[in-house]
């Protein structure tokens, strides 16, 4: 299992991204994804969850400006993020479990000028 994140960048306050995050080994229809982010200086912090039966869960400090979805045959994840604030930033980490294990992708920065 491979995970291969993207979609980072520089963006204004109050402005949008959207994080990609691709599998190859498995599908996120029966693998969990997991959104984790990690600021400087401070220790990594899961801010969304989708499970494979569809649920999501998300951080208070995120919850609606933040929205994970699947595409088209659940290979790929995405973390919509919206109404970006400068304490958004972060690099983030796209995870899943299978069999047991976890898998991380490698980070991806994102950066919320005020």
């Known amino acids: 299992v491979q995970l291969q994140a993207s979609g980072g960048g520089w963006v204004q306050a109050g402005g949008s991204l959207r994080l990609s995050c691709e599998a190859s080994?498995?599908?996120?229809?029966?693998?969990?994804v997991f959104w984790y982010r990690q600021a400087p200086g401070k220790e990594r912090e899961l801010v969304a969850t989708s499970l494979s039966d569809g649920s999501t869960n998300y951080d208070a400090s995120v919850e609606g400006r933040f929205a994970i979805t699947k595409g088209k045959g659940a290979k790929t994840a995405y973390l919509q993020m919206n109404s970006l604030k400068p304490e958004d930033t972060a690099v983030y980490y796209c995870?899943?479990?299978?069999?047991?294990?976890?898998?991380w992708g490698q980070g991806t920065q994102v950066t919320v000028s005020g």
């Open positions: 995870k899943t479990t299978w069999r047991a294990s976890d898998y």
């Open positions: 080994g498995t599908r996120f229809s029966y693998s969990p």
